[in-house]
């Protein structure tokens, strides 16, 4: 059968690009070399921050926005919890700017974009930190955070799955476990070689997260950095300090990428927080990368992140994950036509910070697809930016 697009890769951008053609009735089938959701790529560990005030920029906030939407859409479909809006705060030890996914200020870029598209949020100081999250100690007299009570997490394996679910009902052709080894096109259509056979279509859509360089060749890699990042799951001795109501957490202690980490309240049923830090350094290899944790690399995590600054929180280790970021030069996405093949587009780069936008990602793909007015605007994250 001849498809009008092929999604490659049902991760994240994959499964929700999938589910948002299939409800449009477009011809469409989705390819993945495992069977999403899965822990091989950049979308397990159970839980993804979201915030709506995004201060990786203001071409963010509506597939943000609209993301929270469509998982309430989507847990209204399949009776799953998705997205839990347990709030966010976002704490600073000092007054100082402080760069985060590639923004010189990321805190007062954040209260700017809140104020700008008038989302709900607070500021405080460090005696109102104190008073409200006492949980978070050890900050210091010159703390600040910013509060937003519509941010939270979402479930990242559920939520793909409920969209690949949804989408098959809706008659998208799924290959799971089935590897895309080539693809090919011209101004015809796309062919796209898998491990079990051909598959062709008018349009590719290729979201093949880590590997999405490995792929679509060198003028794509080129712009691509896969980065390791480690989580930490530590038991709670004191669990009524992270009781009902505490937020997600991004924690600021210093200038650099590496003094910062962000957290999870626990998970119903879980006596654990999560815990994880990021690093942008060492690149690694999708194919080879060292997917356990040592006991070093956890005692370093806690050491400098959660002793003195997390209250009631155990050294003991309920489990770890490694999972992957893939990054571009500026930390934005990217989302545009291919450079050289014609009817492919590649949605990739997810620089860590891309869960919060999947949703509205697959909506407006497949609303430009469909030629819908409305779509949100995706120029931003377009490659001519690269070329100058
Ligand atoms: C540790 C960690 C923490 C994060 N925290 C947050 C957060 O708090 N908030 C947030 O918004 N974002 C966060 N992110 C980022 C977010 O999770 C990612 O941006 C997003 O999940 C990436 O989705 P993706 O679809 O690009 O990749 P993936 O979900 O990895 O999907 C890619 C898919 O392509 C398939 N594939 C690849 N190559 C092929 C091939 N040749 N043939 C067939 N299939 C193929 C893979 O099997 C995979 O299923 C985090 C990421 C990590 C790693």
């Given at each position: 059968?001849?498809?009008?697009?092929?999604?490659?890769?049902?991760?994240?951008?994959?499964?929700?690009?999938?589910?948002?053609?299939?409800?449009?009735g477009v011809r469409v089938a989705g390819v993945d070399r495992y069977a999403p959701?899965?822990?091989?790529?950049?979308?397990?560990?159970?839980?993804?921050?979201?915030?709506?005030?995004?201060?990786?920029?203001?071409?963010?906030?509506?597939?943000?926005?609209?993301?929270?939407?469509?998982?309430?859409?989507?847990?209204?479909?399949?009776?799953?919890?998705?997205?839990?809006?347990?709030?966010?705060?976002?704490?600073?030890?000092?007054?100082?700017?402080?760069?985060?996914?590639?923004?010189?200020?990321?805190?007062?870029?954040?209260?700017?974009?809140?104020?700008?598209?008038?989302?709900?949020?607070?500021?405080?100081?460090?005696?109102?930190?104190?008073?409200?999250?006492?949980?978070?100690?050890?900050?210091?007299?010159?703390?600040?955070?910013?509060?937003?009570?519509?941010?939270?997490?979402?479930?990242?394996?559920?939520?793909?799955?409920?969209?690949?679910?949804?989408?098959?009902?809706?008659?998208?052709?799924?290959?799971?476990?089935?590897?895309?080894?080539?693809?090919?096109?011209?101004?015809?259509?796309?062919?796209?070689?898998?491990?079990?056979?051909?598959?062709?279509?008018?349009?590719?859509?290729?979201?093949?997260?880590?590997?999405?360089?490995?792929?679509?060749?060198?003028?794509?890699?080129?712009?691509?950095?896969?980065?390791?990042?480690?989580?930490?799951?530590?038991?709670?001795?004191?669990?009524?300090?992270?009781?009902?109501?505490?937020?997600?957490?991004?924690?600021?202690?210093?200038?650099?990428?590496?003094?910062?980490?962000?957290?999870?309240?626990?998970?119903?049923?879980?006596?654990?927080?999560?815990?994880?830090?990021?690093?942008?350094?060492?690149?690694?290899?999708?194919?080879?990368?060292?997917?356990?944790?040592?006991?070093?690399?956890?005692?370093?995590?806690?050491?400098?992140?959660?002793?003195?600054?997390?209250?009631?929180?155990?050294?003991?280790?309920?489990?770890?994950?490694?999972?992957?970021?893939?990054?571009?030069?500026?930390?934005?996405?990217?989302?545009?036509?291919?450079?050289?093949?014609?009817?492919?587009?590649?949605?990739?780069?997810?620089?860590?910070?891309?869960?919060?936008?999947?949703?509205?990602?697959?909506?407006?793909?497949?609303?430009?697809?469909?030629?819908?007015?409305?779509?949100?605007?995706?120029?931003?994250?377009?490659?001519?930016?690269?070329?100058?």
């Open positions: 059968m001849h498809y009008d697009v092929i999604v490659i890769g049902l991760g994240a951008m994959g499964a929700a690009t999938l589910y948002q053609l299939a409800r449009r959701p899965h822990d091989q790529g950049s979308s397990h560990g159970d839980t993804r921050i979201t915030r709506q005030a995004v201060g990786e920029g203001a071409a963010y906030v509506p597939l943000a926005l609209n993301s929270q939407r469509i998982w309430r859409e989507l847990e209204a479909h399949s009776g799953e919890a998705l997205f839990e809006a347990c709030g966010m705060l976002m704490l600073s030890s000092s007054q100082a700017p402080t760069r985060g996914h590639g923004t010189p200020d990321f805190g007062g870029e954040t209260a700017a974009l809140a104020e700008r598209f008038g989302i709900e949020h607070s500021l405080l100081d460090a005696a109102g930190v104190r008073a409200r999250f006492p949980q978070f100690g050890g900050f210091g007299d010159q703390a600040t955070g910013y509060y937003e009570p519509g941010a939270g997490y979402v479930r990242p394996e559920r939520a793909i799955d409920v969209q690949l679910k949804l989408a098959e009902a809706l008659g998208a052709v799924l290959h799971t476990n089935t590897l895309v080894e080539a693809i090919e096109s011209d101004a015809g259509g796309v062919r796209v070689q898998t491990s079990s056979g051909m598959l062709t279509a008018d349009k590719a859509i290729v979201c093949a997260g880590m590997w999405t360089g490995k792929l679509l060749g060198a003028s794509v890699e080129d712009l691509l950095k896969v980065c390791r990042q480690q989580l930490v799951w530590f038991e709670l001795d004191e669990p009524e300090r992270f009781a009902a109501g505490s937020p997600v957490y991004i924690l600021l202690h210093g200038a650099a990428d590496i003094d910062s980490c962000y957290g999870f309240p626990p998970l119903p049923g879980e006596n654990a927080i999560k815990i994880a830090t990021e690093q942008y350094l060492e690149g690694c290899d999708p194919d080879t990368v060292n997917r356990s944790v040592s006991q070093a690399d956890i005692d370093a995590l806690y050491d400098a992140h959660v002793a003195g600054r997390l209250l009631g929180v155990s050294r003991r280790v309920l489990k770890s994950k490694v999972c992957t970021y893939t990054i571009t030069p500026d930390f934005n996405f990217i989302i545009d036509a291919h450079p050289q093949m014609a009817n492919v587009t590649l949605v990739s780069a997810c620089s860590g910070h891309g869960f919060k936008h999947s949703a509205g990602i697959g909506e407006a793909l497949a609303m430009h697809h469909c030629n819908e007015p409305g779509a949100v605007d995706l120029s931003a994250f377009s490659l001519a930016r690269f070329r100058s």
